[in-house]
């Protein structure tokens, strides 16, 4: 019972310390600290202490039809849990410097908090519309986070509001559809094969929308990287790539364990394969040409979740295993890297690569979480990043489709290249003046990023650690996944082909760099110029930087359209009908009736006489 | 049927007669005060009193009250049904809200003692019409009020007043001469006054077409009363001419109980709605709709705009009664509602605007909303729900009208309905825009907003608006249905009245 009433406690803890911190004035920002401070230890401890009780189920009687206060404590959500209570901690801390003098502070912790609470309320909730409920409120946080970065901040906020609305406005339609399908509300126990009839398939394609362009999927990503110049940056590394990932992912597995059965090589799944490669390869080579980092990282964390789509989408339990434990990884090192990158900004101002170079005498600490991030990134054994994407090519590989192995090595390439570009031009190459005074960052500026590097180092040395503790718990009680408990066999053999090719491939993207660093005047900033020029990719790179491929600029530029055709179309041609025929008659026939109405006695006398004779006439004639 | 001993029905008639009568007196003690005091109390009685008996009456049928004179029986009877209840409630709510704007509104006017005695003779006048049983009374009860009516016509005594006072009166008598006509035509024909005898006595007798004459007169007399295009010419002389209280008295209620409450009474539950009626009815209405919103549009007075307007409106009361559906009828008598409280709430704030400015031309306002944030609001909610914007009630009503005409198959009526309501809408905006919005004049800059008690009626029938409007099944279940059921039933009802 007492644990039953845990999730509660876990939901409504966070909103109070949102009500809290809010109602601190802004002047007393230490009171407001130490709040936040108190309030992350405790929602931290909670979720260790979730992740201990495993299972609980709370059901409370709510709106009626059906629709109940339904939460449901098992592993999967208690992982996510205990990560994001970690990670308010971490962020907590490194805010505390960060965000010291934001005009906003005040509003930014409270809608931390109030993330948190929704995040919990998510991914606890056991009935649709309760965690439609919590979904939704996500949104408003996101859209209130955002906006309080720069001054052009609202418009990204609006149009990350506008995308990831339309995909949960899809992800409400189809659980309306599956409601309709099941008859139930609450998460259904027999998963559906969307392969029965049609509308299992729209359901369960809409519902996926939901969930991956909450991760940031292509093409609804577009987003990400404006987020990325106008949002805070710790907006950034908490919500966007650690909360929104973590959530997407966490539905989407529930949507092919759960609701719906995912054969492997069925339709479904290939679909999904194809949409993670694309989003491999098409985010990963806009990620070499940024010449930012924020938004590097974050057409490189796009690219990421096309590795978790692969991974989960190739629907054979190693492929699953992979993505879920990608995306665990994927929030520490992305975490770390969007810290470092905080880090740098907090010093310099900037992290623009050709404005930066040579910190790495200045800023030692966060040159060396940001190497140990970047390579786990890439992929390199012995980090983290290595053992879940060896898992997710495995995955594919089982599948029998070469091809979508071979996007993944691309992207590692890319990947490989970029991070080299970033590390270069920012902590070597030619030092800027204007920097020379520059020091190390604060210290709680430094722990989280600390931090998040060793976790890094650890998930990927001691591998069994993190798999057999958070990863293959997920799949007690699903048949056909326990044969494969051995998941760290694929992940420790460094001697396999998939691997030896997957390094084959960092090498690749290195010799990559390393030539557009030599064709480029041995300018790091400008070593992508070279792939950037490359007869296809040029064409390719200036449509995506036009916007082309922005369904977001897209959409509107339609609207325009639409609306100037209405305008000129419809509405003026109405409007001549209606200037010229009704209101002309209406003036006419007005003038007229005014002209009667002269006043005389006699006139309005005659009137009535005449009207009653009309009437007598009319009723002997009618009746 | 019961006969009510516990519910003393004449009290709506005596008490404000009572308090008229001695009014005066009290004028000659106290100027002010101690009048508005006794008419708030008055009017504000009769409303929770009808709203008393009304619960009564939702839960039990109908009352009947027969007077007795020392144990004889005077052949004298009220009755209250839900179709009466309706008027009564409607009457009181309007009544209750302009005595209270008269409060501050008529300190300029002077002898308030005599103002209320008059209003309150036409209130006495209009609840004896809506409780009484036989066609006499409800001549004599339409006098009583009319005469009261043509006084706080002329009340300012201005050239203009007077004028339009003595058109009213002039118009009227003739009206009344035909309802007398007609009564006496029906007294022949069937040796009695009472609507059940009436009622039975003309299908007894065979004369369609002396019964169809009669029929005419009521039109053309009651009509007039009503003020339905083409017996309209003396209300937009008349209404704006008032003092603002008055024109949403007139406006207000005094149109609808005197004309349209008689009509539908008379023709549906008398004479029963035949086809040549029915037809009659609607193409007044479809006449007035549009004559009282053309000539609307191109006026610059507000409160003559205002008038207009109020024929506009009387139309959709009249095509809705006439397509004889209960759907029909149901959204009429809810229009009847909707409109006492929309027009008179518009009628209350164009004096408001006229106190505060002292023009009602619309051209020599602009930019009030400012100085007058309170009316601008209330008068926004008023003209949109007289344009039949949900989710004011006006919208209610009129989608009502506008379905049971698509259900009895009249769709060039249903397309006619929705296009006046869109005149409607136009000219309601040229006042927001003019008055309200627009370019602040210099010359309003030291205008300040309405006193407290009149802000307080507005407010009040603002809120109405809108109460209205987002509960109106709960409206339409408690009031409405029950005064529908008894015109829906037509002449049948008369039959089973007093044991028939």
Known sequence: MASSTTLLISILLPAVFAVIVFLIPSKLRALRNAFSLIGAAIVLCLGFYLFGVKNAELNIPWLGMDINFDLRLYHLNSLIIMAVSVFLFLITIYSFVKMKEHPRAREYYTYLFLTVAFVNGAVLANNFV?????????????????????????????????LVGFCDFCMILGIGILWYLTGSLNMPLAPLDPSSSGLAAVSCVLMLIGALGKAGVMPFHTWIPDASKDAPVTVMAFIITV?????????????????????????????????????????LFMTFVQNNLKRMLAYQSIGEVGYMILGIGSATPVGIAGGIFYMLNQTLFKGGLFLSAGSIE???????????????????????????????????????GFV????????????????????????????????????????????????????????????????????????????????????????YGYTGFLEHSGFTAHALNFFNPVAITSFVCILLGVIVYLYGWSKNSKNAASSSESVRSFPVLKNIYNLAEAKIFDIYDQGLKFLKVLGYILYYGVDRVIDFMYEKIIAGTVRVVGAILRFAHNGYYANYLAWCIGGLIIIVAVISLLS | MTNGEGELLFVFIVLPLVVAGIMPLIGKLSKKVVPDILTNLTTFFLLAYSIIVGKQIIFSGIYTTKFSWFGEPMNISLTLDGFSLLMLVTISIVSFCVTLFSIDYMEHYGHKANYYSLLLIMIAGMNGLVLSTDLFSIYVFLEVAAIASYGLVAYGLGHNELEASFKYLMLSAVAS??????????????????????????????????VGFCAALFLMGFGLKAALVPFHAWLPDAHPSAPAPISAMLSGVLIKVSGAYAIIRIFLNVFGLTYALSTVLMYLGLISIFVGAIIAIGQNDMKRMLAYSSISQIGYIFIGIGTGSPLGILGG??????????????????????????????????????????????????????????????????????????????????????LGSVITLWYYLIIQRNAFFGKPEEIWKNVKEAPFWMSCATVILALLCIVIGVTFPFVIKTFLVPATDILASGVSYLYNFLGY
Not at chain 2, 347 to 372: C, H, P, V, W, Y
Request: aromatic share 12%; with cysteine; charged share 10%.
């Open chain 2, 333 to 418: 008598l809810f229009h009847i509602l909707n409109h006492a409280v929309f027009k008179s709430l518009l009628f209350l704030n164009s004096g408001a605007i006229e106190q505060a400015t002292g023009t009602r031309e619309l051209d020599k306002m602009g930019g009030l909303a400012k100085q007058m944030p309170l009316t601008a609001t209330t008068n926004a909610i008023g003209s949109l729900s007289v344009a039949g914007i949900p989710p004011f009630n006006g919208f209610w009503s009129k989608l009502l009208i506008i379905i049971a005409l698509v259900q009895t198959q009249h769709y060039a009526f249903a397309v006619l309905a929705v």
């Open chain 1, 130 to 162: 309760l965690m439609v409920f919590f979904w939704e409120s996500l949104l408003v946080t996101l859209y209130g986070l955002i906006a309080i970065g720069n001054k052009e901040a609202y418009k990204t906020a609006l149009k990350s509001f506008i």
């Open chain 1, 346 to 384: 907090h010093r310099t101002g900037t992290t623009d690569f050709d404005k930066l170079g040579g910190l790495r005498n200045k800023m030692p600490l966060t040159m060396i979480c940001f190497v140990i991030c970047a390579v786990a990134c890439c992929g390199l054994w012995p980090f983290n």
């Open chain 1, 388 to 475: 879940s994407e060896e898992m997710v090519m495995h995955g594919a590989k089982e599948t029998g489709y070469i091809i979508f192995m071979i996007a993944a090595w691309i992207g590692t390439a890319l990947t490989a290249a970029s991070m080299l570009k970033a590390a270069h031009s920012i902590f070597w190459g030619k030092e800027n003046k204007e920097l020379s005074k520059i020091k190390e960052s604060e210290l709680l500026i430094t722990l989280p990023i600390i931090v998040l590097a060793l976790l890094c180092i650890v998930f990927g040395v001691h591998n069994y650690l993190p798999i057999v503790m958070f990863v293959e718990p997920i799949f």
């Open chain 2, 177 to 210: 001469g035909f309802i007398v006509l007609g009564i006496s035509i029906i007294f022949a024909c069937t040796g009695s006054l009472t609507f059940s005898e009436v009622a039975i006595g003309i299908h007894l007798v065979n004369a369609k077409y002396l």
């Open chain 1, 243 to 283: 909360i929104d990932k973590m959530l997407g992912i966490y539905l989407f597995v529930r949507i092919s364990l759960d609701f719906f059965v995912i054969g492997m090589n069925s339709a479904l799944s290939m679909f999904l394969m194809i949409l993670g490669a694309l989003t491999i390869i098409f985010a």
